[in-house]
């Protein structure tokens, strides 16, 4: 299996929105709406931000929204603040198995 | 709250078998609602997936690993566990254990994470 693409990295700075992507195949994005989002802040453990493709946790600001096009899914923040900036994955559930994506380093000029 | 945390040698010599554990708190693992994997993360890269068990026993693992890959799960310890063999440096990175949700596929629950170093 091959890791999902994401782009290394995006900016933008406060208040303005960002979109992240991620690309796979018909064997798991294209498959499955079962995509979620981790953000993971320096040596810390990764938090979940959106699941099923577009759906929040409680707790999760709704800033973030998730959706998903074919074999591609993507993240966007909105308004964005300092805090964001982090590394951010996407993970697809892939039949019996499961694959992240690359990583995105966000950040917050 | 659920709480995770991972525990095992930090340093393991090439060509050995390194072995963690994660014991699991504030839930049981027995329930089937969920499953329970480990992630890895190589220093400045990205999260690889290994592998998890359900409460079935049954296990799934990364093609790429599979070969050198067993997760176990200790019930009456509230634990499961990962073995890895035949290392090299290039299995070196933080691993984490976390929970996964059967039926969305999706990580809530993640452990600290620890750092496992393999050299001579």
């Known amino acids: 299996q091959s890791a999902l693409t994401q782009p290394a990295s995006v900016s933008g700075s406060p208040g303005q929105s960002i979109t992240i992507s991620c690309t796979g195949t018909?064997?798991?994005?294209?498959?499955?709406?079962?995509v979620s989002w981790y953000q993971q802040h320096p040596g810390k453990a990764p938090k979940l931000m959106i699941y099923?493709?577009?759906k929040r946790p409680s707790g999760v600001s709704n800033r973030f929204s998730g959706s998903k096009s074919g074999n591609t899914a993507s993240l966007t923040i909105s308004g964005l603040q300092a805090e964001d900036e982090a590394d951010y994955y996407c993970?697809?559930?892939?039949?019996?198995?499961?694959?992240f994506g690359g990583g995105t380093k966000l950040t917050v000029l | 709250q659920v709480q995770l945390q991972e525990s095992g040698p930090g340093l393991v010599k090439p060509s050995q078998t390194l072995s963690l554990t994660c014991t699991v708190s504030?839930?049981?693992?027995?329930?089937?609602?969920?499953?329970w994997s480990w992630i890895r993360q190589p220093a400045g890269k990205g999260l690889e997936w290994i592998g998890r068990?359900?409460?079935?026993?049954?296990?799934n693992y990364n093609p790429s690993l599979k070969s050198r890959v067993t997760i176990s799960v200790d019930t009456s310890k509230n634990q499961f566990s990962l073995k890895l063999s035949s290392v090299t440096a290039a299995d070196t990175a933080v691993y984490y254990c976390?929970?996964?949700?059967?039926?969305?596929?999706?990580?809530?629950?993640w452990g600290q994470g620890t750092l496992v170093t393999v050299s001579s």
């Open positions: 976390a929970r996964g949700q059967w039926l969305a596929q999706y990580f809530d629950y």
């Open positions: 504030g839930g049981s693992i027995s329930s089937g609602s969920y499953y």
């Open positions: 068990i359900y409460t079935s026993g049954s296990t």
């Open positions: 018909s064997s798991d994005v294209g498959s499955y709406n079962l």
């Open positions: 099923e493709g577009s």
């Open positions: 993970c697809s559930y892939a039949g019996s198995s499961t694959v």
